[in-house]
């Protein structure tokens, strides 16, 4: 029995080693920051590939673009996470020029990473672009993923239907209804009442979203089940390419056993050139900024 214990594990290692061995990778050599102690900076950016207008009113926008951006930070004494508001105004790397944060993704990863840093004043040691269409596969092989929610809640736009309050098992659909939802319409005493905080809003739930998932990955110990999630997410994933094989399994493995700390960075909004926009506020946006330094 041992012995076919064995043989199983370790198929399904060369199973994983081969499926990474997949997934796209980009150089970020030189723009990336070198990691030089125990505490690890990861930028986690959620991607969208749909040919559609976007629901926030950039009309034609088409193709790829960053619809989440995150700050994830791990060490010995556990992990935080930072929502970066994809409106918040910057300036951006390669023009110099003023805008959002989400637009200096347009021109690449390396461009983003450059204009976090540097707009930020944070390392960034490790990328990680997923796309939201692999969540579909990725919450099915878990068997669903179970969100405590506060009342039933609905989102026309992205096909949300959550009847009831209390904990949720969404399967795949629901998932990245739930993921990309900017129109959170909660059921209150027999009334719809729109989520009022907006993008800031989505960005907890999205965190609230990514925590359960990726501890629900961590934790598991169901080769079979490992195997499927590897499989659903190995389409669309993308990191740089300083990132090793056993540097992801390290990395999904310590979050599975942490509940990383939510960490929120202050903004206001502001109106520039006519559009609204987010800015940070001062000093306490450098407060919660020095705890990713």
Known sequence: MPAILLLAVAGVLVWAWSTWSRVETVDLEGVLDPVTGDEVNYLLVGSDARDELDPEGDSGVTGRRSDTLILLRTGPEGSRMMSIPRDLWVTIADTGLEGRINGSYNR??????RTVQGSLDVPVHHYVEVG????????????GVTLEVPHPAVDRASG?????AGQVTLDGTQALAYARSRNYTELIDGREVLEPTADLGRQQRQ????????????SSRNPVTLVRVAGA?????????????????????RLGSSDPETVLLPVEGVRRGGAAVLVTVEPD?????????
């Not at 690449?108 to 990473?113: C, E, F, R, S």
């Not at 949300?160 to 009831?164: A, K, Q, S, Y």
């Not at 997410?233 to 493995?253: K, N, Q, T, W």
């Open 108 to 113: 690449g990863p390396a461009n983003l990473v």
């Open 160 to 164: 949300l239907v959550i009847p009831e």
């Open 233 to 253: 997410m190995s389409s669309e994933l993308v990191v740089d390419s300083g990132m090793g094989f056993f540097d992801a399994l390290g990395l999904v493995r």
């Open 285 to 293: 946006a450098q407060a919660a900024l020095d705890q990713f330094r």
């Open 132 to 143: 939201f269409a692999s969540f579909v596969g990725l919450v099915d092989a878990l068997g």
């Open 207 to 218: 965190q609230v979203f990514l925590r359960t998932v990726l501890s629900d990955v961590g």
